[in-house]
């Protein structure tokens, strides 16, 4: 059988076509499989993108006979990669509440980094960050760059103070530099380990600073947040500990910043997992809506990611 289908994240960022349905049954378990591709706003086909793949796996899930959802998987094949969702579990019930929203465990691939080496590539790539965020002494604050294996994201790890230099909207960042390095295809991510602080960002893009605990918890489990608690400041995922802090700037594919960014976290995750010796480690994507994404390491090179869909509208498109 075929299926067509246009699912589209919040705020339009990237919407993920469906097509190719084919149904395998083994074990008295389903595997749903499906063509997947990711469009963004101003049109850019990319490989990979989380929240458009949670969205798509949300609302397939709900079109499935409840008795089915807890040994049901659906494998989406992308243009790189097989991406696998699954209703997320705990006990013997999945997670699913009104009919609306539902748990997903997401299992991506892992993406790993090559170190850029060479003086005048570092030093371009310097000259670049220091103009777009306007940090000072960009050369002492740089602890990492590296640039993804499938040449599709820049990568910075820089100190918490530099990290924390960087402002939000179009007055704080000059977008338009960042698509001067031809290194990279997709977006560029920022980061920088956590610290004792707590993060928080007021509606006029301010940062304020209070005092956490600085280890994190264990846990099995984790959860992709998609929430505003980050900019409004006293939200419930302030107090939350967390491994590391990023951004990720998109100017190249028509994204300045995206909230959240479950696929960057292929990256961030594994990297991060090595810095710690964890094989889970929390993030907090400190965007002006921001959110918190937490990774489980897995075999074969793979990680989990756990996240929550809320269906807020649906119809039919005739074309």
């Known amino acids: 059988a075929t299926s067509g289908a246009g699912i589209s994240s919040n705020d339009v960022e990237s919407s993920s076509l469906l097509s190719n349905e084919e149904t395998h049954r083994h074990q008295n378990k389903q595997d749903y499989q499906y063509n997947i591709r990711f469009i963004t706003g101003n049109g850019t086909e990319i490989d990979l993108c989380g929240h458009a793949t949670l969205a798509a796996a949300s609302v397939l899930f709900q079109t499935l006979p409840v008795k089915i959802k ?3 998987s659906l494998s ?8 696998i969702a699954k209703p997320y579990v705990e006990g013997s019930k999945s997670w699913i509440r009104n009919g ?8 991506f691939p892992k993406k790993y980094l090559q170190d850029v080496t060479t003086v005048s590539e570092r030093k371009h790539i310097l000259s670049i960050l220091k103009a777009a965020f306007g940090i000072n002494d960009i050369v002492e604050h740089v602890i990492y760059i590296g640039i993804a294996d499938d040449q599709s994201d820049l990568f910075v790890h820089l100190t918490n103070e530099a990290f924390h230099q960087i ?3 179009d007055i704080a960042v000059n977008y338009n530099v ?3 390095f031809e290194g990279y295809t997709r977006g560029v991510i920022v980061c920088c380990r956590a610290t004792n602080t ?3 960002i007021t509606k006029d893009g301010e940062f304020i600073t209070t005092t956490t605990p600085t280890t994190n918890t264990t846990s099995t489990t984790g959860s992709l947040s998609d929430n505003g608690s980050t900019c409004s400041g006293g939200g419930e995922d ?3 500990p967390v491994d590391f802090l990023s951004r990720f700037f998109a100017p190249k594919i028509g994204i ?12 961030l995750g594994p990297y991060f997992a090595t810095k710690t010796g964890q094989e889970y480690v929390r993030g907090k994507q400190t965007s002006r809506r921001g959110g918190i994404v937490e990774c489980i390491m897995q075999e074969e090179d793979r990680l989990a990611i756990i996240g929550t869909a809320v269906t807020t509208m649906s119809g039919s498109l005739s074309i």
């Open 70 to 72: 807890n040994d049901v």
């Open 76 to 83: 989406f094949y992308a243009n790189r990669d097989v991406l």
């Open 100 to 107: 609306r929203s539902m748990k997903v465990t997401l299992n």
């Open 167 to 169: 402002g939000h909207g």
């Open 178 to 180: 960042l698509t001067e």
């Open 198 to 200: 707590t993060t928080t």
């Open 238 to 240: 302030d107090n939350i």
């Open 256 to 267: 300045n910043e995206d909230h959240v960014t479950g696929s960057a976290h292929c990256i």
